[in-house]
């Protein structure tokens, strides 16, 4: 099911990607902006559906088309993911804590340049590690008496404009933003970003050969911009 608003600007629209029907845009020019991260998968989510028929449905059980960003690949996935019917409330959110020191290949190539430490140390410039799995949800009301928030969820076949949003928001706490080669992958918001200047240190410029004074840009989440 593609969304009836453009997924760039959020504009009301019926113009769809010819190719994958995926996606909407309201224009050329949002299309235009989503292009370098729409192609990965464009194109691949025709033949995916092809060649790999959704899995026969099982007891209690259906499988959902989703995302996969691969923990050793710079190429994101689609995939099957099959998902349990639950009767019975397990809690809002999962909350999973594993110990994975390896950083998400995929993720780092599509937001690369944006650091989530203030400092730009190499190791930590961006917080995804292990295989990252996206999926789409829609809630709806259960209307069934129950004391809690009333709202239940149920998974459906993720879109090419769930693949944007999914981007926007693992981008969306970077603290810094420093390229050599221009990002087009990630969209960010320019009205909480702020120019500024990094001042190398002595170490920077000596073993990693960086520039004495380097344009950066700067969120609204990070220290120097909250401190009075």
Known sequence: MTDKKCIICNKDTTCKCGTCKSAAYCSFECQKLDIPLHKILCTKLVDFLKNNPRPADEYLSRYKLGILFPVDSKIAELIWVKNKILFEEVGKHWEVWPKLNKQNECLGHLLHGYQWT???????????????????????????????????????????????????????????????????????DERKWAKGVKISCVGDMDVLGKAQYRDVMISWFHDIQMKP
């Open 118 to 188: 203030g400092g730009g140390n190499p190791i930590s410039e961006h917080k995804w590690s292990g295989n990252v799995v996206v999926l789409r949800s829609r809630s709806y009301d259960k209307n069934d008496g129950d004391e809690d928030d009333g709202r239940s969820k149920v998974y459906e076949d993720i879109t090419l404009a769930d693949f944007r949003s999914a981007l926007t928001y693992m981008g969306s706490r970077a603290l810094l933003y420093e390229y050599e080669k221009e990002n087009r992958f990630f969209i960010r």
